[in-house]
């Protein structure tokens, strides 16, 4: 392809180059006539030669291969900010201190798969207040978050 783009700079180049020094009367009408002729014949041969060959492109393709390693960099930081909001959000909403772990999958858009709490900390909370607080913690991940939580 490259080879293709210089060989058509190179001819519209050398044709602009002749028709400024040929003459204006028929004889620079002439040159100037086979000089986009033989521009136009630089251009379409790729694709004559494509037609002959029956589909075998003249053009080298290239397989565009995914880079793992940022695509890897990519879900780790979308893991430590989703981990830093639910932290922030236990202690905001429930007074809680835990260790947070997500899961997120690989398609577009790296959704979250499952929201992991281990609590450490209940805070302060008068007597029997921490009955059903770990399945109410559960309810409001999965409805904020809009995927499978597991509290302990």
Do not use: H, W
Not at 76 to 87: A, G, N
Not at 97 to 115: L, M, N, Q, W, Y
């Amino acid at each position: 392809m490259k080879a293709y783009v210089l060989s058509v700079a190179g001819i519209v180049l050398i044709i602009a180059a002749v028709s400024i020094v040929s003459p204006n009367g028929k004889m620079g009408k002439f040159v100037k006539g086979i000089g986009k002729l033989f521009i136009l014949v630089v251009m379409i041969t790729p694709f004559v030669s494509f037609f002959a060959n029956k589909g075998d492109s003249v053009f080298t393709t290239v397989k565009i291969a995914t880079d793992e390693e940022y695509l890897d960099r990519c879900v780790q930081l979308l893991r430590e900010e989703d981990e830093r909001d639910i932290s922030a959000f236990l202690n905001d909403r429930y007074q809680i201190k835990g260790s947070v772990a997500v899961t997120r999958g690989e398609s577009s858009g790296f959704p979250r798969e499952k929201i992991e709490v281990k609590i450490i900390d209940f805070g302060i909370i008068g007597q029997g207040g921490n009955i059903n607080k770990t399945e109410d913690v559960r309810k409001a991940l999965e409805e904020r978050y809009g995927c499978k939580a597991v509290v302990s």
